[in-house]
């Protein structure tokens, strides 16, 4: 049997940064619990139980008021853990499912009805054995009023990607911007290209998140306090104030060789957002208005 993965901290800081209040972790997930909760048999890794009760206690440990959970790839196209916990939020969580492309419409708003507000789109092959465009744009322009899609990426492709993105017909969001090289700074060719992306088109936001991945020890960083990813994306935050959204990306999936303290997570806040104005358009301004607006 597969040994079970945990990737989360067991013990993390209390940040010196306090969140305002209705601050909103927009970048989270729950794992199982597996015996309620079954993994995907196409799942590329095999985490230990980490659900909504984890889930919540973090929130509250680190000073946010909500959170957005994200389908992990490890449950497939089943969303009912992810919709188990926003139903255990009581309101206070909203979810990003994953779906089979041929979902039908009541699927669909099945799926609104539990809290649901936009569909994911993977295209790290580590994680997932297909990426079908043409049915994801299909399923695209049959999402429910207000929803939106939300694109997970690597640096590497996205010129391969602009033409499918470019067709999709409701807002973006790119996950952790795309997984830029954050060694490369500001200017770095990677944050250009990715500052095109925004560039071409209004509705395209992005997760300024996941410093531990970034700028890890072992992609090549310096690890933590990650001041490589603070250095290049503090100026795409002050540039694109109304389109970024921020989030642990706890249980942090895959990072077991290099475990991150959540609590530091949180102190990269103020380093890309300094301001007040700023650290309220991250933390509750936009994703209030991509996931609450109804």
């Known amino acids: 049997m597969t040994d079970r993965i945990v990737s989360w ?11 305002p209040p209705g601050a909103v972790d927009a970048h989270c997930h729950v794992f199982g619990p597996m015996a309620e909760f079954p993994f995907s048999a196409k799942a590329k890794y095999l985490p230990e139980d980490a659900g909504p009760e984890k889930l919540f206690a973090l929130r509250d440990h680190l000073g946010f008021d909500k959170n957005v959970i994200v389908q992990a790839s ?33 699927g669909l708003h099945k799926l609104h009805d539990g809290g649901i507000r936009g569909i994911r789109f993977n ?5 997932v054995d297909n990426a079908p465009k043409d049915k994801f744009l ?43 090289d954050v060694s490369q700074g500001p200017d770095g060719p990677d944050m250009k290209a990715f500052r095109a992306l925004l560039d071409s088109r209004e509705d395209i936001h992005f997760k300024a998140t996941c410093p531990e991945r970034l700028d ?25 104030p109304d389109r970024c959204i921020w989030g642990t ?12 303290d959540d609590g530091h997570i949180v102190d990269m ?10 650290q309220k358009k991250l933390l509750i301004d936009n994703p209030t208005r991509l996931y609450w607006a109804d």
């Open 9 to 19: 901290h067991g013990n993390p800081s209390k940040p010196n940064y306090t969140p």
């Open 74 to 106: 490890c449950h497939g196209t089943d969303n009912a853990a992810t919709l188990h916990a926003i139903a255990a939020s009581v309101g206070k969580a909203r979810g990003v499912a994953v779906v089979d492309p041929d979902i039908p419409d009541d």
């Open 123 to 127: 295209f790290l092959k580590r994680l």
């Open 138 to 180: 299909d399923v695209a322009s049959r999402l429910p009023k207000g929803w939106h899609v939300v694109i997970y990426f690597e640096a590497d492709i996205l010129e391969e990607l602009r033409p499918f993105m470019d067709a999709i017909p409701v807002p973006i969001v790119v996950d952790h911007m795309g997984r830029p």
């Open 216 to 240: 890890a020890i072992m992609e090549g960083g310096k690890g933590d306090p990650w001041d490589a990813f603070a250095t290049a994306v503090a100026p795409l935050v002050a540039d694109y």
């Open 249 to 260: 990306d706890w249980p942090h999936p895959n990072m077991q060789d290099e475990i991150p």
């Open 269 to 278: 806040i103020p380093r890309i957002a300094p301001s007040e104005e700023l």
